[in-house]
């Protein structure tokens, strides 16, 4: 029994009322173009199914170039932040866990975190921060560069 009342399977109704025919090669407006014939435009330009058209100028696509600050330019702080403080820390310990070479005399430390603050303190850390500005552009700062305290 159906919920609909009428009974019965009807599975393929209006399966085949949507079938056409296909439009033979004079009838198709698009014949032309799927066969790579091409139309000529009015200054004698080839217009196609990939042709721009002659008004539009090209459209960029958001793709911002990224432009570096010279250091003598710099405007952001020359404070290390905790958030920077923070990473640097993580990465570098990071690095000093899969046996990157440690750029301080070892005192009996064995943690990597105490290596990596030890190499802050002293300013031996090897890496770069870059900062990005609002205007697409970015600094960059070595950590022996920036004010730890």
């Known amino acids: 029994m159906s919920d609909f009342g009428g009974g019965e399977d009807d599975y393929d109704a209006g399966?085949?009322?949507t079938?056409?025919?296909p439009l033979p090669e004079d009838e198709d407006p698009n014949y032309d173009l799927?066969?790579?014939?091409q139309q000529e435009g009015e200054e004698g330009q080839v217009a196609g199914a990939g042709a721009m058209d002659v008004d539009r100028e090209p459209v960029d696509l958001g793709v911002v170039e990224q432009q570096r600050q010279p250091n003598k330019e710099r405007i952001t702080t020359p404070y290390l932040t905790k958030?920077?403080?923070?990473?640097?820390?993580g990465t570098r310990a990071l690095q000093i866990s899969m046996n990157a070479p440690v750029l301080v005399p070892l005192d009996g430390e064995s943690d990597p975190l105490q290596i990596a603050i030890k190499e802050l303190?002293?300013?031996k850390?090897?890496?770069?921060?870059?900062?990005?500005?609002?205007?697409?552009?970015?600094?960059?700062?070595?950590?022996?560069e920036l004010i730890t305290e």
């Open 121 to 123: 303190a002293q300013r």
């Open 125 to 144: 850390i090897p890496l770069v921060i870059r900062r990005y500005l609002p205007d697409g552009s970015f600094e960059d700062w070595s950590v022996s």
């Open 83 to 89: 958030y920077e403080r923070a990473r640097i820390l």
């Open 34 to 37: 799927l066969n790579g014939e």
């Open 15 to 17: 399966m085949n009322d």
């Open 19 to 21: 079938f056409e025919e």
